[in-house]
T-cell receptor, first 110, second 111 residues
Framework: GNSVTQMEGPVTLSEEAFLTINCTYT??????LFWYVQYPGEGLQLLLK?????DKGSNKGFEATYRKETTSFHLEKGSVQVSDSAVYFC?????????FGKGTLLTVNP | NAGVTQTPKFQVLKTGQSMTLQCAQD?????MSWYRQDPGMGLRLIHY???????DQGEVPNGYNVSRSTTEDFPLRLLSAAPSQTSVYFC??????????FGNGTRLTVT
């Protein structure tokens, strides 16, 4: 079956630091890949997605590129803000069945 | 639009009690699903539905029942609650493209 492995953290950064959260996937075929974000007390929100190899998803300064050769979809942001503090989930799948990673807690300090 | 609405937000049950977690969406999405979120486990799929009258099991279906009589509603039933079902439950819906829209969750404690 499909599986998603992401850096577990927690990750603590200072404001304006560079962020990378690693994510790799195992799947049959070529699944769509997603990053979701969960702010405290809320449900998950889609952050960005990529549907095929070499696609780059981007939103709110975050980026991730679908790398088929390394089966990876690492999340990056050049300069994090305190408001980016949240839990980030990598996920992948197709046919409406998504598999999620365990989540990475990011804390950004002023 | 309300999006995906879950009720209740919090619930405490005793072992053996039954209850139904409600989920409704107003986006006319054909696909709906239930996940549970546990510390260190991420989200795991319990049941899903690809349209009214059609349901299927996900990764962790035991102890839960679902039905989909309308496009809008997808209730999750616990017939006999167990402490292992203490978790945060999320309902989600989507249309094409697999982008899930999540509710704000139901925090369930079983004592």
């Amino acid at each position: 079956g499909n599986s998603v492995t992401q850096m577990e953290g927690p990750v603590t950064l200072s404001e304006e630091a560079f962020l990378t959260i690693n994510c790799t996937y195992t799947a049959t075929g070529y699944p769509s890949l997603f990053w979701y974000v969960q702010y405290p007390g809320e449900g998950l929100q889609l952050l960005l997605k990529a549907t095929k190899a070499d696609d780059k998803g981007s939103n709110k300064g975050f980026e991730a590129t679908y790398r088929k050769e390394t089966t990876s979809f690492h999340l990056e942001k050049g300069s994090v803000q305190v408001s980016d503090s949240a839990v980030y989930f990598c996920s992948g799948g197709s046919n409406y069945k998504l598999t999620f990673g365990k989540g990475t807690l990011l804390t950004v300090n002023p | 639009n309300a999006g995906v609405t879950q009720t209740p937000k919090f619930q405490v049950l005793k072992t053996g009690q039954s209850m139904t977690l409600q989920c409704a969406q107003d986006m006319n999405h054909e696909y709906m699903s239930w996940y549970r979120q546990d510390p260190g486990m991420g989200l795991r799929l319990i049941h899903y539905s690809v349209g009214a009258g059609i349901t299927d099991q996900g990764e962790v279906p035991n102890g839960y029942n679902v039905s989909r009589s309308t496009t809008e509603d997808f209730p999750l039933r616990l017939l006999s609650a167990a402490p292992s079902q203490t978790s945060v439950y999320f309902c989600a819906s989507s249309s094409q493209g697999n982008t899930l829209h999540f509710g704000n969750g139901t925090r369930l404690t079983v004592t």
